[in-house]
Protein backbone atom coordinates (compact mmCIF):
# COMPACT_ATOMS: atom_id res chain seq x y z
CA UNK A 1 0.00 0.00 0.00
CA UNK A 2 1.44 3.43 -1.21
CA UNK A 3 1.51 5.68 1.96
CA UNK A 4 3.89 8.13 1.06
CA UNK A 5 2.74 11.89 0.18
CA UNK A 6 4.90 13.79 -1.81
CA UNK A 7 5.38 17.52 -1.58
CA UNK A 8 5.54 18.89 -5.06
CA UNK A 9 9.16 19.48 -4.42
CA UNK A 10 9.44 15.95 -3.44
CA UNK A 11 7.72 14.48 -6.56
CA UNK A 12 10.02 16.57 -8.84
CA UNK A 13 12.73 14.91 -7.22
CA UNK A 14 10.79 11.35 -7.73
CA UNK A 15 10.62 12.22 -11.88
CA UNK A 16 14.46 13.37 -12.15
CA UNK A 17 15.25 10.40 -10.27
CA UNK A 18 12.95 7.78 -12.09
CA UNK A 19 14.26 9.27 -15.02
CA UNK A 20 18.04 9.09 -14.00
CA UNK A 21 17.95 5.64 -12.87
CA UNK A 22 15.56 4.62 -16.23
CA UNK A 23 14.12 2.37 -17.71
CA UNK A 24 11.28 5.19 -18.31
CA UNK A 25 12.47 8.33 -19.73
CA UNK A 26 10.92 12.05 -19.04
CA UNK A 27 8.80 11.34 -21.91
CA UNK A 28 8.02 8.25 -21.59
CA UNK A 29 6.63 9.10 -18.34
CA UNK A 30 4.87 11.76 -19.61
CA UNK A 31 2.88 9.30 -22.07
CA UNK A 32 2.03 6.91 -19.21
CA UNK A 33 0.48 10.25 -17.52
CA UNK A 34 -1.43 11.28 -20.47
CA UNK A 35 -2.66 7.84 -20.95
CA UNK A 36 -3.90 7.58 -17.35
CA UNK A 37 -5.72 11.01 -17.75
CA UNK A 38 -7.39 9.69 -20.91
CA UNK A 39 -8.30 6.38 -19.44
CA UNK A 40 -10.01 8.09 -16.75
CA UNK A 41 -12.11 10.40 -19.35
CA UNK A 42 -12.87 7.39 -21.20
CA UNK A 43 -14.59 5.64 -17.60
CA UNK A 44 -16.07 8.39 -16.60
CA UNK A 45 -17.21 10.42 -19.51
CA UNK A 46 -17.79 7.21 -22.16
CA UNK A 47 -20.48 9.64 -23.79
CA UNK A 48 -18.92 13.04 -23.78
CA UNK A 49 -19.84 14.68 -26.59
CA UNK A 50 -16.61 16.98 -27.22
CA UNK A 51 -13.27 17.47 -24.54
CA UNK A 52 -12.15 20.52 -24.80
CA UNK A 53 -8.07 20.15 -23.34
CA UNK A 54 -6.08 23.14 -22.05
CA UNK A 55 -3.04 22.96 -21.59
CA UNK A 56 -0.31 25.23 -20.21
CA UNK A 57 3.24 25.81 -20.76
CA UNK A 58 4.57 23.38 -18.35
CA UNK A 59 4.57 19.45 -18.44
CA UNK A 60 1.20 19.65 -17.35
CA UNK A 61 0.51 20.78 -20.35
CA UNK A 62 2.26 18.15 -21.94
CA UNK A 63 0.38 15.54 -19.89
CA UNK A 64 -2.67 17.50 -22.02
CA UNK A 65 -1.34 17.06 -25.68
CA UNK A 66 -0.83 13.24 -24.82
CA UNK A 67 -4.32 12.93 -23.69
CA UNK A 68 -6.02 14.87 -26.16
CA UNK A 69 -3.62 12.80 -28.70
CA UNK A 70 -5.01 9.18 -27.47
CA UNK A 71 -9.00 10.82 -26.57
CA UNK A 72 -8.76 12.40 -30.50
CA UNK A 73 -7.50 8.83 -32.07
CA UNK A 74 -10.14 7.04 -30.34
CA UNK A 75 -12.73 8.90 -32.06
CA UNK A 76 -14.08 11.63 -29.39
CA UNK A 77 -14.27 15.34 -30.78
CA UNK A 78 -11.32 17.28 -29.47
CA UNK A 79 -10.56 20.42 -29.23
CA UNK A 80 -6.80 21.99 -28.19
CA UNK A 81 -6.00 25.01 -26.47
CA UNK A 82 -2.83 26.19 -25.50
CA UNK A 83 -1.68 28.89 -23.10
CA UNK A 84 1.34 29.70 -24.81
CA UNK A 85 3.99 27.26 -26.21
CA UNK A 86 5.65 24.30 -24.26
CA UNK A 87 9.00 25.16 -22.56
CA UNK A 88 11.90 24.66 -25.21
CA UNK A 89 14.07 21.92 -24.25
CA UNK A 90 10.90 19.95 -21.98
CA UNK A 91 8.81 17.07 -22.21
CA UNK A 92 5.78 18.97 -23.15
CA UNK A 93 8.16 20.40 -26.40
CA UNK A 94 8.46 16.61 -27.06
CA UNK A 95 4.54 15.33 -26.56
CA UNK A 96 3.29 18.92 -28.47
CA UNK A 97 5.38 17.87 -31.40
CA UNK A 98 3.57 14.20 -31.34
CA UNK A 99 0.25 15.75 -31.30
CA UNK A 100 -1.12 16.28 -34.75
CA UNK A 101 -4.52 18.24 -33.46
CA UNK A 102 -4.70 22.13 -34.52
CA UNK A 103 -3.55 24.29 -31.37
CA UNK A 104 -5.94 27.51 -31.04
CA UNK A 105 -5.42 29.98 -28.80
CA UNK A 106 -6.54 29.62 -25.21
CA UNK A 107 -8.37 33.45 -25.31
CA UNK A 108 -10.54 31.94 -27.76
CA UNK A 109 -11.66 29.42 -26.11
CA UNK A 110 -15.48 29.28 -24.73
CA UNK A 111 -17.21 26.70 -22.87
CA UNK A 112 -20.16 24.61 -25.00
CA UNK A 113 -22.81 22.87 -23.13
CA UNK A 114 -22.36 19.20 -23.07
CA UNK A 115 -18.44 19.20 -23.36
CA UNK A 116 -15.88 18.49 -20.56
CA UNK A 117 -12.92 19.88 -19.86
CA UNK A 118 -9.51 18.51 -19.32
CA UNK A 119 -7.75 20.75 -16.88
CA UNK A 120 -4.07 20.42 -18.35
CA UNK A 121 -2.62 24.26 -17.48
CA UNK A 122 -0.62 23.95 -14.50
CA UNK A 123 -0.03 21.38 -12.13
CA UNK A 124 2.72 20.62 -9.40
CA UNK A 125 4.94 23.81 -10.80
CA UNK A 126 2.22 26.43 -10.12
CA UNK A 127 3.11 28.98 -7.63
CA UNK A 128 1.57 32.08 -7.94
CA UNK A 129 -2.26 32.66 -9.05
CA UNK A 130 -3.49 32.42 -12.14
CA UNK A 131 -3.50 35.15 -13.79
CA UNK A 132 -5.08 36.73 -17.71
CA UNK A 133 -5.98 34.49 -19.79
CA UNK A 134 -5.59 31.40 -17.31
CA UNK A 135 -7.64 33.51 -14.72
CA UNK A 136 -10.27 34.03 -17.13
CA UNK A 137 -11.11 30.68 -18.30
CA UNK A 138 -11.01 29.16 -15.26
CA UNK A 139 -13.86 31.30 -14.33
CA UNK A 140 -15.88 31.07 -17.61
CA UNK A 141 -15.83 27.18 -16.95
CA UNK A 142 -16.80 27.31 -13.13
CA UNK A 143 -19.50 29.43 -14.58
CA UNK A 144 -20.72 27.10 -17.61
CA UNK A 145 -20.33 24.00 -14.42
CA UNK A 146 -18.78 21.72 -16.73
CA UNK A 147 -16.91 18.84 -15.40
CA UNK A 148 -13.61 19.07 -15.41
CA UNK A 149 -11.28 15.80 -15.54
CA UNK A 150 -7.70 17.66 -13.71
CA UNK A 151 -4.86 16.58 -14.50
CA UNK A 152 -2.42 16.27 -11.77
CA UNK A 153 -4.02 18.85 -9.41
CA UNK A 154 -6.68 21.50 -10.37
CA UNK A 155 -4.96 24.24 -11.75
CA UNK A 156 -4.97 27.45 -9.63
CA UNK A 157 -4.30 24.86 -6.17
CA UNK A 158 -1.08 24.51 -4.04
CA UNK A 159 -0.15 21.16 -4.31
CA UNK A 160 1.79 21.98 -1.15
CA UNK A 161 -0.88 23.41 1.15
CA UNK A 162 -3.90 22.56 -0.43
CA UNK A 163 -4.82 26.64 -0.67
CA UNK A 164 -6.39 28.12 -3.52
CA UNK A 165 -3.88 30.42 -5.11
CA UNK A 166 -6.67 32.40 -6.64
CA UNK A 167 -9.00 31.54 -8.57
CA UNK A 168 -9.23 27.55 -9.36
CA UNK A 169 -10.38 25.15 -11.02
CA UNK A 170 -13.25 22.66 -9.43
CA UNK A 171 -12.54 19.34 -10.73
CA UNK A 172 -15.24 16.08 -11.05
CA UNK A 173 -12.41 14.33 -10.78
CA UNK A 174 -8.51 14.92 -10.35
CA UNK A 175 -5.95 12.20 -11.71
CA UNK A 176 -2.61 12.56 -10.22
CA UNK A 177 0.46 10.33 -10.70
CA UNK A 178 2.82 7.84 -8.43
CA UNK A 179 1.53 9.36 -4.81
CA UNK A 180 -0.55 12.23 -3.28
CA UNK A 181 0.08 15.29 -2.60
CA UNK A 182 -0.80 16.94 0.63
CA UNK A 183 -3.23 19.61 -1.04
CA UNK A 184 -5.16 16.73 -2.39
CA UNK A 185 -5.76 15.84 1.31
CA UNK A 186 -5.52 19.20 2.67
CA UNK A 187 -8.97 21.49 2.84
CA UNK A 188 -10.25 23.15 0.39
CA UNK A 189 -7.77 21.56 -1.63
CA UNK A 190 -9.44 18.19 -0.96
CA UNK A 191 -13.02 20.36 -2.15
CA UNK A 192 -11.79 21.24 -5.64
CA UNK A 193 -10.27 18.12 -6.17
CA UNK A 194 -13.62 16.13 -6.44
CA UNK A 195 -13.05 12.15 -6.66
CA UNK A 196 -9.05 11.71 -6.74
CA UNK A 197 -7.34 9.28 -8.64
CA UNK A 198 -3.42 8.12 -7.99
CA UNK A 199 -1.96 6.49 -11.35
CA UNK A 200 1.00 4.44 -11.95
CA UNK A 201 2.85 5.54 -14.26
CA UNK A 202 6.00 3.38 -13.77
CA UNK A 203 8.05 5.29 -10.98
CA UNK A 204 9.18 2.43 -8.68
CA UNK A 205 8.41 2.43 -4.69
CA UNK A 206 11.76 1.93 -4.67
CA UNK A 207 12.17 5.53 -6.40
CA UNK A 208 9.93 7.22 -3.99
CA UNK A 209 11.56 5.51 -0.86
CA UNK A 210 14.39 7.38 -1.63
CA UNK A 211 13.24 10.65 -1.42
CA UNK A 212 12.60 9.53 2.37
CA UNK A 213 9.21 11.32 2.76
CA UNK A 214 8.00 12.02 6.21
CA UNK A 215 4.14 12.70 5.11
CA UNK A 216 2.10 9.69 5.29
CA UNK A 217 -1.28 9.25 4.43
CA UNK A 218 -3.31 7.88 7.44
CA UNK A 219 -4.61 4.40 6.46
CA UNK A 220 -4.45 1.55 8.47
CA UNK A 221 -1.50 0.01 6.68
CA UNK A 222 0.71 2.74 8.40
CA UNK A 223 -0.10 1.66 11.70
CA UNK A 224 -1.52 -2.04 11.61
CA UNK A 225 1.56 -4.16 12.73
CA UNK A 226 1.53 -1.92 15.77
CA UNK A 227 -2.01 -2.57 16.95
CA UNK A 228 -2.38 -4.09 20.53
CA UNK A 229 -2.74 -8.00 20.50
CA UNK A 230 -3.40 -8.90 23.92
CA UNK A 231 -1.99 -12.45 24.57
CA UNK A 232 -3.62 -14.80 25.67
CA UNK A 233 -2.05 -14.66 29.16
CA UNK A 234 -3.07 -11.34 29.96
CA UNK A 235 -5.28 -9.68 32.29
CA UNK A 236 -7.17 -6.61 32.89
CA UNK A 237 -4.50 -3.82 34.11
CA UNK A 238 -1.68 -5.24 32.03
CA UNK A 239 -4.45 -4.83 28.97
CA UNK A 240 -3.56 -1.24 29.32
CA UNK A 241 -5.22 0.55 32.35
CA UNK A 242 -6.54 4.10 31.37
CA UNK A 243 -6.96 6.75 33.71
CA UNK A 244 -9.76 10.01 32.91
CA UNK A 245 -10.40 13.14 34.99
CA UNK A 246 -13.56 14.44 34.91
CA UNK A 247 -14.60 17.62 35.78
CA UNK A 248 -17.15 18.87 38.26
CA UNK A 249 -20.75 18.09 38.45
CA UNK A 250 -22.09 20.47 35.71
CA UNK A 251 -19.90 19.04 33.15
CA UNK A 252 -19.04 15.28 33.50
CA UNK A 253 -20.64 13.88 30.62
CA UNK A 254 -17.43 14.51 28.48
CA UNK A 255 -15.03 12.72 30.55
CA UNK A 256 -17.35 9.77 30.72
CA UNK A 257 -17.37 9.88 26.45
CA UNK A 258 -13.88 9.76 26.77
CA UNK A 259 -13.83 6.61 29.76
CA UNK A 260 -16.09 4.65 27.70
CA UNK A 261 -14.06 4.76 24.12
CA UNK A 262 -11.20 3.99 26.06
CA UNK A 263 -13.13 0.93 27.32
CA UNK A 264 -14.40 -0.13 23.48
CA UNK A 265 -10.79 0.86 22.24
CA UNK A 266 -9.74 -2.13 24.12
CA UNK A 267 -8.24 -1.11 27.32
CA UNK A 268 -8.27 -3.54 30.21
CA UNK A 269 -9.53 -1.07 32.90
CA UNK A 270 -10.30 2.51 32.98
CA UNK A 271 -10.69 4.30 36.03
CA UNK A 272 -13.26 8.18 36.19
CA UNK A 273 -11.17 10.04 38.38
CA UNK A 274 -13.68 12.44 39.74
CA UNK A 275 -13.52 15.04 42.15
CA UNK A 276 -15.88 14.44 45.69
CA UNK A 277 -18.72 17.16 44.05
CA UNK A 278 -19.83 15.05 41.00
CA UNK A 279 -18.71 11.28 42.26
CA UNK A 280 -23.06 10.92 42.61
CA UNK A 281 -23.83 12.12 39.24
CA UNK A 282 -20.74 9.87 37.74
CA UNK A 283 -21.50 6.62 39.90
CA UNK A 284 -25.04 6.68 38.53
CA UNK A 285 -24.11 6.84 35.32
CA UNK A 286 -20.69 4.33 35.05
CA UNK A 287 -21.03 0.56 34.93
CA UNK A 288 -17.88 -1.02 33.63
CA UNK A 289 -16.07 1.80 34.60
CA UNK A 290 -14.27 1.79 37.66
CA UNK A 291 -14.92 5.56 39.80
CA UNK A 292 -12.56 6.57 41.71
CA UNK A 293 -12.10 10.19 44.35
CA UNK A 294 -9.54 12.22 43.42
CA UNK A 295 -9.87 15.27 46.06
CA UNK A 296 -6.62 17.50 44.70
CA UNK A 297 -3.05 17.24 43.25
CA UNK A 298 -2.24 14.53 46.34
CA UNK A 299 -5.21 12.19 45.32
CA UNK A 300 -4.04 12.16 41.86
CA UNK A 301 -0.71 11.14 43.09
CA UNK A 302 -1.80 8.62 44.84
CA UNK A 303 -3.61 7.08 42.44
CA UNK A 304 -0.73 7.68 39.83
CA UNK A 305 1.78 6.06 42.38
CA UNK A 306 -0.64 2.92 43.20
CA UNK A 307 -2.39 1.94 39.97
CA UNK A 308 0.07 3.11 38.38
CA UNK A 309 -2.37 3.51 34.52
CA UNK A 310 -0.42 3.27 31.27
CA UNK A 311 -2.35 6.47 29.95
CA UNK A 312 -4.59 9.42 31.19
CA UNK A 313 -6.79 11.45 29.82
CA UNK A 314 -7.26 14.97 30.89
CA UNK A 315 -9.30 18.19 29.50
CA UNK A 316 -12.64 17.00 28.38
CA UNK A 317 -14.82 18.98 30.92
CA UNK A 318 -12.34 19.48 33.30
CA UNK A 319 -13.05 23.36 34.17
CA UNK A 320 -10.04 25.98 33.90
CA UNK A 321 -9.87 27.02 37.41
CA UNK A 322 -6.58 27.33 39.40
CA UNK A 323 -7.47 24.19 41.35
CA UNK A 324 -7.90 21.82 37.95
CA UNK A 325 -4.48 23.84 36.52
CA UNK A 326 -2.72 22.14 39.67
CA UNK A 327 -4.31 19.01 39.08
CA UNK A 328 -3.26 18.91 35.69
CA UNK A 329 0.34 19.91 36.78
CA UNK A 330 0.98 16.45 38.37
CA UNK A 331 -1.04 14.61 35.52
CA UNK A 332 1.50 15.85 33.32
CA UNK A 333 4.97 15.21 34.90
CA UNK A 334 6.80 12.55 33.25
CA UNK A 335 6.42 9.16 35.38
CA UNK A 336 9.74 7.87 36.84
CA UNK A 337 9.91 4.61 35.48
CA UNK A 338 6.54 3.15 34.47
CA UNK A 339 5.47 3.89 30.67
CA UNK A 340 2.63 6.96 30.56
CA UNK A 341 1.21 8.98 27.49
CA UNK A 342 -1.13 11.66 28.35
CA UNK A 343 -4.02 12.67 26.24
CA UNK A 344 -4.62 16.36 26.68
CA UNK A 345 -7.37 18.08 25.22
CA UNK A 346 -10.32 20.69 25.31
CA UNK A 347 -9.84 22.63 29.10
CA UNK A 348 -6.41 21.04 29.76
CA UNK A 349 -5.49 22.60 26.41
CA UNK A 350 -7.00 26.28 27.55
CA UNK A 351 -5.09 26.05 30.94
CA UNK A 352 -2.13 25.10 29.09
CA UNK A 353 -2.59 28.24 26.28
CA UNK A 354 -2.02 30.39 29.21
CA UNK A 355 1.49 29.63 29.96
CA UNK A 356 2.35 27.25 26.96
CA UNK A 357 6.10 27.91 27.48
CA UNK A 358 6.12 26.64 30.68
CA UNK A 359 4.14 23.81 30.30
CA UNK A 360 5.70 23.00 26.90
CA UNK A 361 9.34 22.27 28.93
CA UNK A 362 7.04 20.09 31.26
CA UNK A 363 6.42 17.40 28.64
CA UNK A 364 8.54 14.84 28.19
CA UNK A 365 8.64 13.00 25.04
CA UNK A 366 10.62 9.49 25.09
CA UNK A 367 10.61 6.03 24.12
CA UNK A 368 7.93 5.68 27.33
CA UNK A 369 6.33 8.39 27.86
CA UNK A 370 4.47 10.80 25.41
CA UNK A 371 2.23 13.75 25.80
CA UNK A 372 -0.56 13.84 22.72
CA UNK A 373 -2.11 17.43 22.16
CA UNK A 374 -5.82 17.19 20.15
CA UNK A 375 -6.47 20.97 19.12
CA UNK A 376 -8.89 21.87 17.12
CA UNK A 377 -8.82 25.13 14.96
CA UNK A 378 -9.68 27.41 18.04
CA UNK A 379 -7.31 25.29 20.46
CA UNK A 380 -4.59 25.13 18.13
CA UNK A 381 -4.75 28.94 17.19
CA UNK A 382 -4.56 29.93 21.17
CA UNK A 383 -1.69 27.35 22.26
CA UNK A 384 0.35 28.30 19.03
CA UNK A 385 -0.06 31.63 18.14
CA UNK A 386 2.66 32.45 15.76
CA UNK A 387 2.62 29.18 14.30
CA UNK A 388 -1.03 29.52 13.60
CA UNK A 389 -0.83 33.10 11.85
CA UNK A 390 1.99 31.64 9.70
CA UNK A 391 0.18 32.10 6.26
CA UNK A 392 3.54 30.74 4.51
CA UNK A 393 2.71 27.00 6.19
CA UNK A 394 0.13 25.13 5.89
CA UNK A 395 -1.81 22.65 7.80
CA UNK A 396 0.69 19.38 7.49
CA UNK A 397 3.62 22.08 8.46
CA UNK A 398 1.79 24.04 11.69
CA UNK A 399 1.68 20.71 13.21
CA UNK A 400 4.99 19.69 12.53
CA UNK A 401 5.98 22.99 14.09
CA UNK A 402 3.93 22.90 16.79
CA UNK A 403 4.66 19.30 17.70
CA UNK A 404 8.17 20.39 17.92
CA UNK A 405 7.76 23.32 19.82
CA UNK A 406 5.31 21.71 22.12
CA UNK A 407 7.75 18.51 22.44
CA UNK A 408 4.37 16.06 21.90
CA UNK A 409 2.52 14.72 19.42
CA UNK A 410 0.30 16.54 18.06
CA UNK A 411 -3.47 15.56 17.03
CA UNK A 412 -4.81 18.86 14.64
CA UNK A 413 -8.14 18.43 14.57
CA UNK A 414 -10.96 19.18 11.83
CA UNK A 415 -12.07 17.54 8.20
CA UNK A 416 -8.19 16.97 7.33
CA UNK A 417 -6.33 15.95 10.71
CA UNK A 418 -2.82 16.04 11.21
CA UNK A 419 -0.99 14.31 13.20
CA UNK A 420 2.59 15.23 13.34
CA UNK A 421 5.44 14.46 16.17
CA UNK A 422 8.30 16.48 16.95
CA UNK A 423 10.80 14.11 14.46
CA UNK A 424 8.88 15.35 11.84
CA UNK A 425 6.88 12.29 11.03
CA UNK A 426 3.26 13.14 10.15
CA UNK A 427 -0.17 11.67 8.80
CA UNK A 428 -2.99 13.46 7.16
CA UNK A 429 -6.06 11.87 7.76
CA UNK A 430 -8.25 11.03 4.82
CA UNK A 431 -11.68 9.06 6.18
CA UNK A 432 -13.45 12.02 7.89
CA UNK A 433 -16.78 12.96 8.07
CA UNK A 434 -18.63 15.96 8.64
CA UNK A 435 -21.10 13.79 11.06
CA UNK A 436 -18.23 14.12 13.20
CA UNK A 437 -18.66 17.61 13.62
CA UNK A 438 -21.09 16.85 16.53
CA UNK A 439 -20.68 18.08 20.61
CA UNK A 440 -18.34 15.68 22.49
CA UNK A 441 -16.99 13.92 19.40
CA UNK A 442 -13.64 15.39 20.37
CA UNK A 443 -13.57 13.65 23.80
CA UNK A 444 -14.55 10.24 22.33
CA UNK A 445 -11.23 10.93 20.05
CA UNK A 446 -9.24 11.68 23.20
CA UNK A 447 -10.30 8.71 24.78
CA UNK A 448 -9.90 6.43 21.61
CA UNK A 449 -5.71 7.54 21.83
CA UNK A 450 -6.04 6.91 24.93
CA UNK A 451 -7.23 3.73 25.14
CA UNK A 452 -4.54 2.34 22.00
CA UNK A 453 -1.91 4.31 23.75
CA UNK A 454 -2.98 2.57 27.22
CA UNK A 455 -2.91 -0.81 25.34
CA UNK A 456 1.21 -0.60 24.58
CA UNK A 457 0.12 0.99 21.10
CA UNK A 458 3.20 3.58 20.26
CA UNK A 459 1.74 7.45 21.06
CA UNK A 460 2.03 8.55 17.03
CA UNK A 461 0.61 5.35 15.85
CA UNK A 462 -2.37 5.40 18.39
CA UNK A 463 -2.96 9.06 17.64
CA UNK A 464 -3.16 8.00 14.46
CA UNK A 465 -5.03 4.72 14.54
CA UNK A 466 -7.35 6.89 16.78
CA UNK A 467 -8.12 9.31 14.48
CA UNK A 468 -8.87 6.66 11.79
CA UNK A 469 -11.36 4.46 14.33
CA UNK A 470 -13.18 7.72 15.37
CA UNK A 471 -13.89 8.77 11.80
CA UNK A 472 -14.62 4.63 10.86
CA UNK A 473 -17.21 4.56 13.78
CA UNK A 474 -19.16 7.51 12.26
CA UNK A 475 -19.39 6.16 8.98
CA UNK A 476 -20.69 2.99 10.40
CA UNK A 477 -23.47 4.71 12.14
CA UNK A 478 -24.03 7.15 9.40
CA UNK A 479 -26.75 9.79 9.83
CA UNK A 480 -28.14 11.09 12.76
CA UNK A 481 -25.14 10.10 14.99
CA UNK A 482 -24.35 12.03 18.55
CA UNK A 483 -21.05 11.10 19.98
CA UNK A 484 -22.46 8.55 22.68
CA UNK A 485 -23.18 6.69 19.90
CA UNK A 486 -19.12 6.01 19.01
CA UNK A 487 -18.07 4.22 21.43
CA UNK A 488 -20.59 1.84 20.73
CA UNK A 489 -19.43 1.48 16.71
CA UNK A 490 -16.22 0.54 17.58
CA UNK A 491 -16.61 -3.04 17.81
CA UNK A 492 -17.57 -3.52 14.43
CA UNK A 493 -15.36 -0.96 13.13
CA UNK A 494 -12.22 -3.16 15.34
CA UNK A 495 -14.08 -6.19 13.99
CA UNK A 496 -13.60 -5.42 10.48
CA UNK A 497 -10.35 -4.00 10.71
CA UNK A 498 -8.67 -6.78 12.71
CA UNK A 499 -10.42 -9.49 10.27
CA UNK A 500 -8.49 -7.76 7.32
CA UNK A 501 -5.08 -8.00 9.04
CA UNK A 502 -5.72 -11.99 9.18
CA UNK A 503 -3.31 -13.47 7.57
N1 LIG B 1 8.75 14.28 -17.14
C1 LIG B 1 8.23 14.85 -16.08
O1 LIG B 1 8.86 15.63 -15.38
C2 LIG B 1 6.83 14.55 -15.76
C3 LIG B 1 5.97 15.57 -15.33
N2 LIG B 1 4.64 15.37 -15.24
C4 LIG B 1 3.71 16.50 -15.22
O2 LIG B 1 4.47 17.67 -15.05
C5 LIG B 1 3.82 18.55 -14.17
C6 LIG B 1 4.82 19.46 -13.53
O3 LIG B 1 5.43 20.13 -14.56
P1 LIG B 1 6.11 21.56 -14.35
O4 LIG B 1 7.08 21.47 -13.24
O5 LIG B 1 6.61 21.95 -15.67
O6 LIG B 1 4.93 22.44 -13.82
P2 LIG B 1 3.62 23.04 -14.55
O7 LIG B 1 2.64 23.22 -13.46
O8 LIG B 1 3.21 22.33 -15.74
O9 LIG B 1 4.15 24.45 -15.07
C7 LIG B 1 4.62 25.37 -14.17
C8 LIG B 1 5.48 26.35 -14.89
O10 LIG B 1 4.65 27.37 -15.32
C9 LIG B 1 5.10 28.64 -14.86
N3 LIG B 1 4.09 29.18 -13.95
C10 LIG B 1 3.87 28.89 -12.67
N4 LIG B 1 2.83 29.56 -12.19
C11 LIG B 1 2.37 30.29 -13.22
C12 LIG B 1 1.27 31.19 -13.36
N5 LIG B 1 0.43 31.48 -12.35
N6 LIG B 1 1.08 31.76 -14.56
C13 LIG B 1 1.91 31.49 -15.57
N7 LIG B 1 2.94 30.63 -15.48
C14 LIG B 1 3.16 30.04 -14.33
C15 LIG B 1 6.38 28.43 -14.14
O11 LIG B 1 7.39 28.89 -14.95
P3 LIG B 1 8.00 30.37 -14.77
O12 LIG B 1 6.95 31.29 -15.31
O13 LIG B 1 8.19 30.56 -13.29
O14 LIG B 1 9.22 30.34 -15.56
C16 LIG B 1 6.46 26.93 -13.92
O15 LIG B 1 7.72 26.42 -14.18
C17 LIG B 1 3.12 17.67 -13.21
O16 LIG B 1 2.05 18.36 -12.60
C18 LIG B 1 2.69 16.53 -14.12
O17 LIG B 1 1.42 16.86 -14.68
C19 LIG B 1 4.11 14.06 -15.56
O18 LIG B 1 3.92 14.07 -16.94
C20 LIG B 1 5.07 12.95 -15.21
C21 LIG B 1 6.38 13.15 -15.93
N1 LIG C 1 -16.41 18.68 9.08
C1 LIG C 1 -15.72 17.71 9.69
N2 LIG C 1 -15.26 16.66 8.99
C2 LIG C 1 -14.58 15.68 9.60
N3 LIG C 1 -14.31 15.66 10.92
C3 LIG C 1 -14.74 16.68 11.66
C4 LIG C 1 -15.46 17.76 11.10
N4 LIG C 1 -15.73 18.62 12.09
C5 LIG C 1 -15.22 18.11 13.22
N5 LIG C 1 -14.62 16.93 12.98
C6 LIG C 1 -13.95 16.07 13.95
O1 LIG C 1 -14.79 15.96 15.11
C7 LIG C 1 -14.04 16.07 16.30
C8 LIG C 1 -14.53 17.31 17.05
O2 LIG C 1 -13.70 17.57 18.14
P1 LIG C 1 -13.91 18.86 19.04
O3 LIG C 1 -14.01 20.06 18.18
O4 LIG C 1 -12.88 18.82 20.11
O5 LIG C 1 -15.37 18.59 19.63
P2 LIG C 1 -15.89 18.51 21.13
O6 LIG C 1 -15.12 19.52 21.91
O7 LIG C 1 -17.35 18.84 21.03
O8 LIG C 1 -15.66 17.13 21.60
C9 LIG C 1 -12.59 16.13 15.86
O9 LIG C 1 -12.05 14.84 15.86
C10 LIG C 1 -12.65 16.68 14.44
O10 LIG C 1 -11.57 16.26 13.65
K1 LIG D 1 -3.98 20.87 -13.88
Redesign the pocket.
Known amino acids: MALEILT?QE??RV??LA?KQGPLS??A??ER??AAVADIVFERFPDAGRIDVLC????????GYVAATILAASGYHVALWTDGDP?AG???EIAARNCILKRQPLEQYQPLPGGIVVD?L??????????GT?RAVAEKVGAAGLPVVA???PSGLSGLSGEA?GTTFRAAVTVT?ARKKPGHLLYPGRAFCGELVVRD?GISDAVVKEIGSQTFENLPALWIDDFPRPPADTYKYSRGHVGVFSGGPAATGAARLSAMAAARSGAGAVTLLSPPASLAVNAVHLTSIILRRIDGPDDAQAFLDQRKPSALVAGPGLGTDNDMAALLATVVQPASAARRVVVLDADALTIIAQEPAKWFGSFALDGAHATILTPHEGEFGRLFPEIHADKSLSKLEKARAAAKSAHSIIVYKGPDTVIANPEGRAAINSNGTPLLATAGSGDVLSGIIAGLAGQGMSPFEAACAGAWLHAEAAHTFGPGLIAEDLPSMLPRVLTRLLRQRAP
Do not use: C, H, T, W
Request: net charge negative; glycine share 22%.
Open positions: PMGDRIGILMAGGPGNNGGDRSDAAYGAGLERPLQAVDLLFI
